[in-house]
């Protein structure tokens, strides 16, 4: 059964972090991708891309889409927290519905208080802490690719595949599969020659 994903784009946006996640789905079944930007109005990514949100984060229902994703960018370091993406993550987490952040975007997850009582991920410990006063989740953080409870992924900006095949297995678990073979293939690339 194909599943939705809403992605959080802000200035600034990596554009590698993205792609596997949102393109690779189409491995797994496929989706509707929703583009988010705080204010509806397009964003351009670290590579130059611009991106033309679907509609803005206060336009969309947070329990909506099958999984919540933040993009990392510089931006939700300088600019966050932002108060519109902390409420979605919160009516999230209380349905029930999962949301994952990579690189940057695990900081909305700290702010809004998913990160305090769960194994997460992040760039760094120092990060995290540097970043959201707020943060309480110190004891529970691993120095890993990725982490996901089922409810809460998180990875740094150096793990998109690991993210992508995270979200995918909590989104589709019946497909383990062939999410083995979609990571597979992509560590080829670090095969020895």
Same mark, same amino acid.
């Given at each position: 059964?194909?599943?939705? +994903?809403?992605? /959080? ?19 797994? !079944? !496929?989706?509707?991708? +929703?583009? /988010? ?9 670290? !590579? !130059? ?10 336009? %969309? ?10 993009? &990392?960018?510089?931006?939700w370091a300088q600019q966050g927290p932002f108060a *519109?993406? @902390?409420?979605? %993550? ?13 690189c940057a975007g695990t900081l909305a997850l700290a $702010?809004?208080?998913?990160?305090? =009582? ?13 970043? /959201? ?5 110190? /004891? ?7 982490? &996901? =409870?089922? %409810?809460?992924? @998180?990875? *740094?900006?150096?793990? *998109? ?11 589709? *678990? ?12 992509? $560590? ?6």
């Open positions: 059964m194909a599943k939705s +994903i809403a992605a /959080v784009f802000l200035d600034g946006w990596a554009d590698w972090e993205a792609g596997p996640a949102l393109a690779g789905r189409e491995w797994v !079944g !496929g989706g509707e991708t +929703i583009a /988010v930007s705080l204010d509806g109005k397009p964003v351009r990514s670290i !590579g !130059g891309l611009l991106l033309q949100p679907d509609r803005a984060i206060a336009d %969309l229902d947070p329990t909506a889409a099958d999984m919540l994703l933040l993009v &990392g960018s510089d931006g *519109p993406v @902390t409420s979605a %993550l919160q009516a999230r987490a209380q349905a029930g519905k999962p949301s994952a952040g990579i $702010a809004a208080g998913l990160l305090d =009582d769960r194994p997460h991920t992040s760039n760094s410990l120092e990060f995290l802490a540097g970043h /959201v006063p707020a943060y309480r989740g110190r /004891v529970h953080y691993q120095d890993r690719p990725c982490v &996901g =409870d089922g %409810l809460v992924i @998180t990875a *740094p900006g150096t793990a *998109p595949i690991a993210f992508a095949a995270t979200i995918f297995r909590t989104l589709v *678990p019946e497909q383990e599969s062939t999410i083995a073979e979609f990571e597979r293939l992509f $560590a080829l690339e670090h095969r020895a020659a």
